[in-house]
T-cell receptor, first 114, second 113 residues
Framework: DTGVSQDPRHKITKRGQNVTFRCDPISEHNRLYWYRQTLGQGPEFLTYFQNEAQLEKSRLLSDRFSAERPKGSFSTLEIQRTEQGDSAMYLC????????????FGSGTRLTVV | KQEVTQIPAALSVPEGENLVLNCSFTDSAIYNLQWFRQDPGKGLTSLLLIQSSQREQTSGRLNASLDKSSGRSTLYIAASQPGDSATYLCADTTSHNTDKLIFGTGTRLQVFP
């Protein structure tokens, strides 16, 4: 297990198109998080899962955004009808609840909406 | 609502200098605090994690301290090197239940030879 993997690394899409990102967490980790980071800012929390249950969603996650973790392993984040304001780095992270080991982040997916 | 602030926003130092990065948070009821490094266009690498019951953590040339009463954490980098050039982010979590991180905006560090 080499860490948290995100795919694709980069995505350029036209405004109005739908996009989907994938995250594969560290296999032993039961928590999975999505964050969004815009240029010059720190990451902002979007949502998190414990196993397959989505337990919290930020107000940033509009109804155009949906995230799933169907079998408690990998997760997908879909953005429908993309807008230019969706352009950002989308970061995935995983952790194991109840430990003090902290987070492991993936390398992120850079989305550019043109 | 927890807010995390980092100063300075940017720092440029010559190689070999010792330096301190500052992080402040408004809610002292934190569960833990982490420092991360981010290289341009890349994800985050965890550097140090300090539990709320701890005062500091050390890893190599890095030392992070935590003072909950004053709402501050510092990251000390000894004998800085050009390879330390990156953005350094602090983040805390106020809930054991979610481990949700609240990030500062980061300090962009450049170490020149």
């Amino acid at each position: 297990d080499t860490g948290v993997s995100q795919d694709p690394r980069h995505k350029i899409t036209k405004r109005g198109q739908n996009v989907t990102f994938r995250c594969d967490p560290i296999s032993e980790h039961n928590r999975l998080y999505w964050y969004r980071q815009t240029l010059g800012q720190g990451p902002e929390f979007l949502t998190y899962f414990q196993n397959e249950a989505q337990l919290e969603k930020s107000r940033l996650l509009s109804d155009r955004f949906s995230a799933e973790r169907p079998k408690g392993s990998f997760s997908t984040l879909e953005i429908q009808r993309t807008e230019q304001g969706d352009s950002a780095m989308y970061l995935c992270a995983s952790s194991f609840a109840g430990t003090n080991y902290g987070y492991t982040f993936g390398s992120g997916t850079r989305l550019t909406v043109v | 609502k927890q807010e995390v602030t980092q100063i300075p926003a940017a720092l440029s130092v010559p190689e070999g200098e010792n330096l301190v990065l500052n992080c402040s948070f408004t809610d002292s009821a934190i569960y833990n605090l982490q420092w991360f490094r981010q290289d341009p266009g890349k994800g985050l690498t965890s550097l140090l994690l300090i539990q709320s019951s701890q005062r500091e953590q050390t890893s190599g040339r890095l030392n992070a301290s935590l003072d909950k009463s004053s709402g501050r954490s510092t990251l000390y980098i000894a004998a800085s090197q050009p390879g330390d050039s990156a953005t350094y982010l602090c983040a805390d979590t106020t809930s054991h239940n979610t481990d949700k991180l609240i990030f500062g905006t980061g300090t962009r560090l450049q170490v020149f030879p």
